[in-house]
């Protein structure tokens, strides 16, 4: 008989996580990350948790990219001794969040594989050692 409960209580749990976020999840948020307290928590309105919550990733999401930022920077000035040309940290790593033009976007989905060939072979040739460097 305790089986059977068992059973249909891990049924019921599959469903819900099928459905959406069950509200485990939602107070292991709560606790956890956002660090609320229990009574706080739930005293809440589903409304007032979900404001919480979207602030606290933004807040989140604001931290990754300035470590992001960070790291380019430091990448840039270690690497701007060895280049002849001066680098910018948004050339050397243009970050996905950073806003690029559709142009721009809609232009690198259609070149040709033609196209593609030609410009890695552009890009290979600026790369290439002087010869009087090989030595």
């Not at 305790?2 to 976020?21: F, L, S, T, V």
């Not at 280049?83 to 033009?101: A, F, G, R, Y």
Request: charged residues 35%.
């Amino acid at each position: 008989m305790e089986r059977q409960h068992d059973h249909r209580g891990a049924a019921r749990r599959r469903r819900r996580k099928k459905n959406g976020i069950a509200i485990y999840e939602i107070l292991g948020i709560a606790l956890g990350c956002i660090h609320l307290s229990y009574d706080d928590f739930c005293r809440l309105t589903p409304i007032e948790f979900e404001h919480i919550y979207k602030e606290f990733r933004n807040r989140q999401d604001a931290a990754y990219k300035d470590e992001w930022e960070r790291m380019r920077m430091l990448a840039a000035i270690v690497i701007q001794p060895h280049l002849k040309k001066k680098v910018t940290p948004q050339k050397l790593l243009p970050l996905p969040w950073e806003s690029t033009t559709k142009k721009q976007r809609g232009k690198a989905q259609q070149l040709t594989a033609a196209e593609s060939l030609k410009r890695f072979e552009e890009l290979a040739k600026r790369t290439e050692t002087p010869k009087s460097l090989k030595g």
